[in-house]
């Protein structure tokens, strides 16, 4: 994907509302399974289609959960907030109100920090509420729109950011980031295919200085590609109706995947609109601070956490770190890998190169085993066998594990070290080709990458290319032309 560009010096203004399932085997306020994949409307009762009459019961393992990712973005924990009706009508929203949070949210003032070109940034996180799910809307070409009411009081946490990101790459960096920090937590799969985490971005643009412009929102975007690609279409979108003289109308759009455009929805509610008032049916949410250290004493290491261990033992780069960190299976196969091995940066380089290119879904397993890996690594250290060879051997034992010395040496993947042996293939190399010879010493430096190649691709990809390029170096230097 293009790399994005500012327009006419119009800065983007973003912040995300994050929507995250939570893991519990029951729904917020009923014993409904929570289990996806259900036939449509096998998961639901009285209470969470708000038949009159039922009352509510608040599961604790939602409030649970709903501090340990506030613990872990470090917000403060309120120890009383309430629960609210918001209001409004939609078809898939049974009772016409959704119980959520409105002015006592559970957690608040927290914040991630992000890996950006220019280094380290700090994402304010404004809030973390709990409320239900509504249900899901159905669009049959035949039958028409349908309801499914299986996902109707499912647990969320809604995850809201300042308005502190500027570009699509710090969205989607903080996107990565907070899936990866709730993940660590366990108490959501975040899986985005699933729908157990969707983005919603809010969207302004202005001249930096000026005030903030007229906001817009697009709902309900499961993939980061999307989330990027959302942000630079109504990015555009915005900066040509400015430029026009036409006034941005705040609404909730949606965005189109297959045309890559962004169109309205509906008009974007205010607050007030909604008419929150407290929730009748429940009590308030009262939390000792005994309880709050009891449940923090759960939180795992957390990302930065090992990030900053992985500089610190290992000497990563805080990029490299990053990556490894981005997921908590990752970063439990990276530790086993790099125990006992003596070429830690060339393993990271790997996973993050090859073993990542090679991972298909959110849900993919490495099938090669962590030692296994480890000595692809120590040989490239080495300089058993260069970076093409460890390519080849890494695909190779993704589709059937073994002991990476016996692969290299069946296919004969050894790197060539002989100086004699590399420098007749840079003679033969430079004699086959006199005209490149004769334009790198007129000036055409460039060249001499092409009789790199050149000579590589004569020891058949095996040769050391720092040794094969001293060779190239000192032949066209004159001494060996």
Known sequence: ???????????????????????????????????????????????????????????????????????????????????????????????????????????????????????????????????????KLVHDPEKGTLIDCNRCGVPLIEIVSEPDIRTPQEAVAYLQKLRAVIAYTGVSDCRMQEGSLRCDVNLSVHKPGEPFGTRTEMKNLNSFVSVQRAIEEEYRRQVEAVKKGEAIVQETRRFDQSTGRTSSMRRKENANDYRYFPDPDLAPIVLGDDLVSQWGAELPQLPDARKAAYMADYGLTSYAAEQLVSGKYLADYFETAAQGCKAVKTLGNLMITEVFRLMEGEDALIPIVPAHLARVAELVESGAINSGAAKKTIAALWERDEEPEAYVDRMNLRQLNDETQLAAFVSQALAEHPDMVAGYRKGKLSLKKALMGAAMGLSGGMANPMLLQRLVDRALDGTEA
Not at 1 to 15: F, L, N, P, R, S
Not at 17 to 33: A, G, N, Q, Y
Not at 113 to 135: F, L, N, P, V, Y
């Open 1 to 135: 994907m293009a790399q994005w560009k500012m327009i006419d010096g119009y800065e983007m203004v973003i912040g995300l509302e994050v929507h995250v399932e939570l893991k519990t085997r029951t729904k917020i306020f009923c014993s409904c399974s929570t289990a996806f994949g259900a036939a449509p409307n096998t998961q639901c009762c009285p209470v969470c289609m708000g038949y009159p009459g039922t009352l509510p019961v608040l599961n604790r393992q939602v409030v649970h959960y709903a501090v340990l990712a506030g613990l872990a973005t470090d917000c403060t924990i309120a120890r009383y907030s309430k629960q609210d009706r918001k209001n409004y009508f939609y078809p898939d929203l049974p009772k016409a109100y959704q119980i959520s949070q409105y002015d006592l949210p559970l957690c608040v003032n927290g914040h991630l920090m992000i890996e950006t070109e220019a280094g380290q940034k700090r994402i304010g996180i404004t809030r973390i509420h709990i409320e239900e799910d509504a249900g």
